[in-house]
């Protein structure tokens, strides 16, 4: 069974780089077929899909965030990261990592970030 | 603003049957799977129907989804307590720019 765990800090202060990264454990990031996936929910609020990166290096982005992420992936050691940079109030949210095969199967337990001075 | 409708709540109560709706267009439920994920209070969300009426190992019978046109349906049959969550829809969407992934804006269920 595949596990996803997020680390990273927890506040951010604005205008800086955050950075969080997914461990995958129970299974190969460079296994094929799944794509390595962040998505993230506001306080209350909806869930929102910040982008993916196959493990191969090919990513996609959310274009209303693109301008400002980067997804990338170490498959030595099971790990794929998000950078959101010049971060505002309204980036504060709850992190989550998943992987995407058939829907979003696999879900890391989410890590709060604050952004705050 | 969600790209995918859903009513901002729903209730029931323990025995019943009840229905969650997902609205979309051409270029995301049209064209795409649907897919429904349950998120319990404090916790992630799960992957409850997946490719419109699939449900993955381990999820009860109970919840089934389908798909008409551009709109979608959750079904629970057989409400119980412990089904009070957030529901959330999605699909791929077909965009300018390639396939993006999104979410409708989720559904509160009441168990009375």
């Known amino acids: 069974q595949v596990q996803l765990q997020e680390s990273g800090p927890g506040l951010v202060k604005p205008s800086q780089t955050l950075s969080l990264t997914c461990t995958v454990s129970?299974?190969?990031?460079?296994?094929?077929?799944?794509?390595w996936s962040w998505i993230r929910q506001h306080p209350g609020k909806g869930l929102e899909w910040i982008g993916y990166?196959?493990?191969?290096?090919?990513?996609y982005y959310n274009p209303s965030l693109k301008s400002r992420v980067t997804i990338s992936v170490d498959t030595s050691k099971n790990q794929f990261s998000l950078k959101l940079s010049s971060v505002t109030a309204a980036d504060t949210a709850v992190y989550y990592c998943?992987?995407?095969?058939?829907?979003?199967?696999?879900w890391g337990q989410g890590t709060l970030v604050t952004v705050s001075s | 603003q969600s790209v995918l409708t859903q009513p901002p709540s729903a209730s029931g109560t323990p025995g019943q049957r009840v229905t969650i709706s997902c609205s979309g267009s051409?270029?995301?439920?049209?064209?795409?799977?649907v897919y429904w994920y349950q998120q319990l209070p404090g916790t992630a969300p799960k992957l409850l129907i997946y490719?419109?009426?699939q449900r993955p190992s381990g999820v009860p019978d109970r919840f089934s989804g389908s798909k008409s046109g551009t709109s979608a349906s959750l079904a629970i049959s057989g409400l119980r307590s412990e089904d009070e969550a957030d529901y959330y829809c999605?699909?791929?969407?077909?965009?300018?720019?390639?396939?993006?992934?999104?979410f409708g804006g989720g559904t509160k269920l009441t168990v009375l």
């Open positions: 999605a699909a791929w969407d077909d965009s300018l720019s390639g396939r993006d992934v999104v």
């Open positions: 051409s270029s995301n439920i049209g064209s795409n799977y």
């Open positions: 490719r419109n009426n």
């Open positions: 990166i196959y493990y191969s290096g090919s990513t």
């Open positions: 129970g299974g190969s990031i460079s296994s094929g077929g799944y794509y």
């Open positions: 998943a992987s995407l095969l058939w829907g979003f199967d696999y």
